[in-house]
């Protein structure tokens, strides 16, 4: 480190009992040195990554006991400040975010999703809620007044279960299974980021994406009632309904809270609240994308193939939605990786 010796400054001791604690802190001086270039040293080779880091955290350490020791003898003088400053660049540089990509991936898994998922607690009860609500409220619309079902279904499809079929029979003589697991997923996709996206719109646009789900939902199962259809609308539904639905009314709680934060951000800015929230927001997604392209395959090559039976259907979707929360919920197992420095 250039010009550590002279720029370091001195210790003056105050009182006579501090003046052999003074002395012991000033023989500390090429400790602090050797931390600090340690810090400016940014050309680490790859082997010695371990060893620099277990010198860097046993140099914190010490640090820490000489900032407490400065702070007794010496109150708040410039080499008390300088201690501090040393201090705050160390613990800056522990527990930073590890610079390696797939590290930084598992610790959203681990630890990050389940963390903000209990803080989004309240608002996904509320999203829930309304989802299941709406869908009471679909099925009674419809069970009461049939003909109201062109509100939420196109002519072919009201024709079509009028005539003793499902919209999905056949789907997989019009469209092959990989071309219809690409536009499915894709549509998932983008309807999760619009429920999302929506809350924007201080909840409002949320709040009808939720509903709209679940009106059409009940709607169609009460429309298909009737006719004999709706134990074949579950049997295509089950497979991947289960994560489909789920990440919908995970990002719709995200949104409800993105409209929270606009309306009420608190001490921070209405612009803080809105890039906190969105942040939040990407890591749930992240860990949520995988089960919607997974959901997709299903929808694809599954959930209108004949040839599989009821049973398998509802094993795959309730192993897939399980999983699925239990690592949102959990993580998964493996440590945090704060220690991995670039």
């Not at 209990?118 to 989802?131: H, Q, S, V, Y």
Request: hydrophobic letters at 45%.
């Amino acid at each position: 480190m250039e010009n550590t010796q002279r720029n370091t400054p001195r210790i003056p001791p105050k009182k006579p009992q501090d003046i052999a604690l003074a002395h012991w802190l000033n023989t500390r001086k090429p400790e602090w040195d050797t931390l600090e270039t340690e810090l400016k040293n940014n050309k680490r080779q790859r082997g010695d990554e371990l060893v620099e880091t277990r010198q860097l955290l046993s140099g914190y350490r010490a640090l820490l006991s000489d900032l407490s020791l400065s702070r007794r003898v010496n109150g708040d003088t410039l080499i008390t400040r300088y201690l501090e400053s040393l201090f705050l660049k160390v613990h800056e540089e522990i527990y930073r975010p590890s610079g390696h990509l797939w590290a930084r991936l598992l610790d959203v898994y681990h630890l990050d999703a389940p963390q903000l998922m209990r803080e989004l607690k309240n608002t996904l009860i509320t999203a829930f809620a309304l989802f299941f609500l709406s869908l009471g409220v679909g099925w009674l619309l419809i069970y009461h007044y049939p003909q109201l079902i062109s509100l939420f279904a196109s002519s072919k499809m009201i024709d079509q279960v009028q005539s003793g079929q499902l919209w999905t029979d056949g789907l997989l003589n019009v469209t092959p299974s990989a071309v219809l697991s690409t536009s499915i997923a894709a549509n998932n996709i983008t309807v999760t980021l619009t429920a999302f996206a929506l809350g924007a719109l201080y909840g409002v646009g949320t709040l009808y994406i939720i509903c709209l789900n679940g009106l059409m939902l009940g709607s169609m199962f009460a429309f298909t009632a009737p006719y004999g259809l709706d134990g074949r609308l579950f049997a295509f539904i089950i497979g991947h309904g289960v994560v489909e639905l789920s990440v919908i009314i995970i990002s719709g709680a995200m949104g409800l809270q993105l409209g929270e934060a606009l309306i009420r951000p608190g001490t921070r800015n209405r612009l803080q609240a809105f890039q906190d929230t969105c942040i939040k927001a990407g890591k749930i997604l992240l860990v949520s994308t995988p089960f919607l392209l997974f959901a997709g395959l299903i929808e694809g090559f599954v959930s209108p193939d004949p040839s599989y039976s009821l049973l398998l259907r509802s094993i795959i979707g309730i192993c897939s939605g399980s999983i699925f929360w239990l690592i949102l919920l959990f993580g998964i197992p493996g440590k945090r990786n704060d220690y991995v420095m670039k």
